[in-house]
């Protein structure tokens, strides 16, 4: 095993594996509709029915992540109480759990399990890796797969239709975006990249499945360059289930050294 990789991919988790995609910094998303184009809005009431409306999720998922040349697999268990908290356990092949990870819209809270370290630092602390627009609920619906209402609040924004599905193509706060959109108005593509940078996010959705009335993607696989550095990353859930009680553990031992 390798601690190295297990460090980097409890930090790529806590801030939703949206390192290095946005790293300028920029005003926080407005949330108000004006500007909005017609089409826009009727894209915003679309999705908005359309994306999974839960109250709590709990997910197993076996993953596949890449830090340049190294890999591991590892388990994930995710849990999710909407508005409120994020909870990610990070375990590798031989049972042993490697971090922990606990965000919530004021804090992120990581544990080094296999250093005895610990993380402990507000919500903003996202923001050395991400741009400022990020908020909490945009990491909850890049978790659960759904689309970012408030990155279509935008009046720059294009739209293409087929039989087949949806593109919807805009810019919003310095950021290009693209969601690839399919029949039950569902997300299988997303793609992010800073105007004049290289740094890029790839994220694909696919296997869905009807998992206690919501249209949930069992794979999700998610592609990240920049800054000098390559992310890779490939999870398929084995268990999933939403509205269901949800226990997040997060007590840090006394022992362990506080990290900045």
């Not at 759904?146 to 599905?165: F, G, V």
């Not at 310095?174 to 399919?182: A, E, K, R």
């Not at 997303?190 to 740094?199: A, D, Q, R, Y």
């Amino acid at each position: 095993m390798r601690r190295n990789i297990l460090s980097k991919l409890s930090l790529v988790l806590a801030v939703l594996v949206l390192t290095y995609s946005c790293a300028s910094k920029k005003a926080a998303v407005k949330k108000d509709d004006s500007g909005v184009t017609a089409k826009g809005k009727d894209l915003l009431s679309t999705y908005e029915l359309n994306n999974l409306n839960f109250i709590t999720f709990s997910g197993r998922a076996k993953a596949k992540v890449q830090f340049g040349e190294e890999t591991q697999n590892v388990t994930l268990n995710i849990r999710m109480e909407r508005s409120k908290a994020i909870w990610i356990s990070v375990t590798a092949l031989l049972g042993i759990e490697a971090a922990r990870v606990l965000i919530t819209p004021d804090s992120v809270k990581i544990m080094n399990r296999l250093q005895s370290e610990y993380v402990a630092k507000p919500f903003s602390y996202i923001y050395k890796y991400t741009n400022p627009g990020i908020t909490f609920k945009m990491l909850e619906d890049i978790l659960i797969g759904n689309i970012s209402t408030e990155m279509l609040r935008t009046d720059q924004l294009q739209i293409a239709t087929s039989e087949d599905d949806v593109q919807v193509i805009g810019v919003k706060e310095g950021l290009t975006f693209h969601y690839g959109v399919n029949k039950s108005n569902r997300p299988f593509a997303f793609n992010l990249m800073e105007l004049g940078k290289t740094n890029k996010l790839e994220a694909h959705y696919s296997d869905f499945a009807v998992i206690d009335g919501h249209n949930f993607p069992q794979r999700f696989t998610l592609n990240i360059e920049g800054s000098g550095a390559k992310v890779s990353s490939d999870m398929l859930y084995n268990k999933s289930e939403f509205n269901k009680t949800v226990e997040m553990p997060f007590n840090i031992p006394s022992r362990y050294k506080a990290i900045n």
